[in-house]
């Protein structure tokens, strides 16, 4: 079974081409779904984060905006977050994994913003990157409620440039110029990917 790595900076498209990939029928393991059943009341990490992070509790329910602005600039609290959530992410994955091995997969496809920044890529055969041009990037990304230049420029400040990712990757996926030519460079990749054995 070939482990597909899908990667790419903020507003790049990512969440388009998982779901190009899931139409054509591959199997795509989400880490930020994965995060958000794990902080659900009685999901695994929600009462680490909570003992870590009291001031997220709000209604009985971890407040992610709270939780994010708690972190947001503190890189120790960013650590501290993350020891929490990546072992668990990391069991979801694995089991993601063995289950579709055993059903047979040719192909399954890991979901994984910061795949390069986490040394992610090392648990997969191949990677791809979504990229599009700056200008549709930053379109994208300040289309998004309560996002500030500000913000963007945190969240860049913490992710692999484009250009690096791209000189990484396998295979790069362009997501500006239509969703045809997404959809079909997505297509040539389960072809030449999955009919592997």
Known sequence: MVILGLTGSI???????AGMFRYLGVPVYDADVVVHQLMVPGGAAFDPVIAA??????????????????????????????????????????????RHRRAGRSLVVLDIPLLFETDGEERCDHVVVVSAARFI???RVMARSGMTKAKFSAILSKQMPDREKRRKADFVIP??????VTFNAIRN???QL????
Do not use: C, W, Y
Request: proline share 4%; no cysteine; hydrophobic share 40%.
């Open 194 to 197: 999955g009919n592997r054995t």
């Open 189 to 191: 990749i389960v072809d």
């Open 53 to 98: 992070f009291p001031d997220a509790l709000k209604n009985g329910k971890i407040d992610r905006q709270l939780l994010g602005a708690r972190v947001f600039g503190d890189p120790v609290a960013l650590s501290r977050l993350e020891a929490i959530l990546h072992p668990l992410v990391r069991v979801q994955e694995t089991k993601f994994i063995k």
């Open 137 to 139: 990037q930053l379109q």
């Open 11 to 17: 507003g790049m498209g990512k969440s388009t081409a």
């Open 175 to 180: 997501t500006g110029l239509g969703r045809a």
